[in-house]
């Protein structure tokens, strides 16, 4: 070997070893985790949490995350819209009735049934409703307007059901009870919001800023984590900046550097942020106090 070959040789040797005496970025501690090191989910999100406390992710991209992991482990019964919350149709209802109906619930798929509110004849959509009673010698009845019911157990995971939700391309399915009853219902937007959190459409009604921030007797506040920076910075004169996050809850986690729990506490500027309210996924609640500028 010549002396040229033999220091490249050495160089790429030395090199070599001071790579692999680095320290294990958060990549490819998270590419340990899937290749099946850590032996837990709770492995796993302790890493995605390290990595958001580093900075390489956002909060709300963790809550995300932490809620895709989190939705094998939950069943239809634990999101699924109860019996007494449905919005059902009867299928001898007229059909101006029945749009009277669906224009006051603003949904757009309902749960046809018979004499008996257990007895599921299909489901119907608003369209197709609204077509039959502008045609031309339309149908002459919802019975010919309903599209299949899906009929699962709440036993089923959620995992498993947005898949088949995917797959058949259908956006609701009818919750049975252990006795063949109906429990409730489920949409594809219920399974959808344990991942990436509330999802409000043009019929839900806007959020009240002022119902956000309750004034409390002792002087301090009671702020909802889903509070718009804007709106907190107005209502108190703030100056928190709106850039990198949206709301509150994702400005003062990712200050505290970690999903905090209930009781930890944080001050920013002249406020003082006690978390009120949390669980596995996010904050809900801060009790926030407001410091003299003396």
Not at 101 to 108: F, K, L, Y
Not at 271 to 277: E, K, Q, W
Not at 279 to 285: I, L
Request: overall charge negative.
């Amino acid at each position: 070997m010549s002396e040229d070959d033999s220091s490249s040789f050495h160089a790429q040797e030395t090199h070599e070893r001071r790579h692999h005496e680095k320290p294990r970025s958060w990549l490819e501690r998270i590419s340990s985790a899937l290749s099946g090191e850590p032996t837990t989910r709770e492995d796993l999100v302790e890493l995605l949490r390290d990595a958001q406390a580093d900075g390489l992710i956002a909060a709300d991209t963790l809550r995300m995350m932490e809620g895709a992991i989190a939705v094998s482990d939950l069943t239809v019964g634990d999101v699924m819209i109860p019996r007494s919350q449905m919005v059902s149709l009867p299928a001898d209802g007229k059909f101006l009735d029945l749009m009277r109906q669906v224009v006051e619930s603003g949904h757009s798929r309902f749960p046809v049934h018979g004499d008996d509110k257990d007895e599921i004849l299909g489901v119907l959509l608003a369209k197709d409703l609204l077509r039959g009673v502008v045609a031309d010698n339309g149908p002459g009845s919802v019975h010919e307007l309903l599209r299949p019911a899906v009929l699962i157990p709440e036993s089923k995971r959620l995992n498993v059901l947005l898949r088949e939700f995917r797959q058949s391309r259908n956006h609701m399915a009818i919750v049975i009870d252990e006795h063949g009853g109906v429990a409730g219902l489920v949409t594809i937007e219920d399974v959808l919001e344990q991942i990436v959190g509330e999802i409000d459409d043009e019929h839900d009604d806007a959020e009240d800023p002022s119902a956000l921030i309750a004034a409390q007797a002792d002087g301090q506040f009671v702020v909802d984590a889903l509070t718009p920076i804007a709106d907190f910075n107005e209502r108190f004169s703030a100056d928190f900046d709106d850039d990198e996050y949206d709301t509150i809850g994702g400005l003062v986690t990712a200050a505290i550097g970690h999903l905090p729990e209930a009781g930890e506490e944080l001050t920013l500027g002249r406020f003082v942020f006690r978390v009120s309210g949390a669980d596995a996924r996010r904050v809900h609640a801060f009790h926030v106090g407001v410091l003299s500028d003396a």
